[in-house]
C-alpha cells in the first residue's frame, strides 16, 4: 500500500493504507463500534470479521494516521475478489475523521489494486440514506439495483439497500 499526504501537510497528517489480518481485529472493532449508527444494526461482531476473513481471497485495509511514530488506526474496508470481480463488503471511518478523505483514498487503492488483479467491476451496496453514495458516485460507480425496505432502523423506518457497480 501507500502513505498518501494531503495537501497542506501543516493541517493534514499523513494517512498510511496497509493490508493488515485478523491480528488487527481489535483496531477494526473499535472504528466499527464508533462508525456505524446502531439503530441499523449493520457493523459486524468480531467473529462475523474474523470468519469473513478466513474465506480465500478476502482482505482487510487499514487507513491509519502516524502521529509522532505512532499509528492510530481511524479506518478499514473489507473487500473480496473472485472471478474478476471485486465486492467492497464494508468500509468505515472513524467520525472523527470523516470528510479529511480517507475514505476517498481507501477506495482509490482499492481500485488501484483491483486493477493490478485483472477485475473487471467493482460492487458494494449501501443503506438509501448513506451519505458516502456522493462519494461512490464521484468515484464513477454506478446505480445498477435496488432492495426496496432491505433495511429497518431502531424507530421501524424502512430504507432501501442501493447496489453500485464500476467497471474498470
Known sequence: MATVNGPNLDRQPSVLLCEAGPEKLDSVMDVMARAFPSEFGESWNEGQCRSMLTLINTHLMLAGIRDDGQISYCGFCIYRMVAGELEL?????????????????????????????????IFLEVRSNNPAQHLYRKLGFVQIGERKAY????????HDAITYRKTL
Request: proline share 2%.
Open 151 to 158: 433495511y429497518t432502523g431502531s424507530g421501524g423506518q424502512k
Open 89 to 121: 463488503l464494508m468500509i468505515a471511518v472513524d467520525p472523527d475523521h470523516q470528510q479529511a478523505g480517507i475514505g476517498q483514498k481507501m477506495i482509490g487503492q482499492l481500485i488501484e489494486n483491483a486493477q493490478q488483479n485483472q477485475v473487471e467491476a
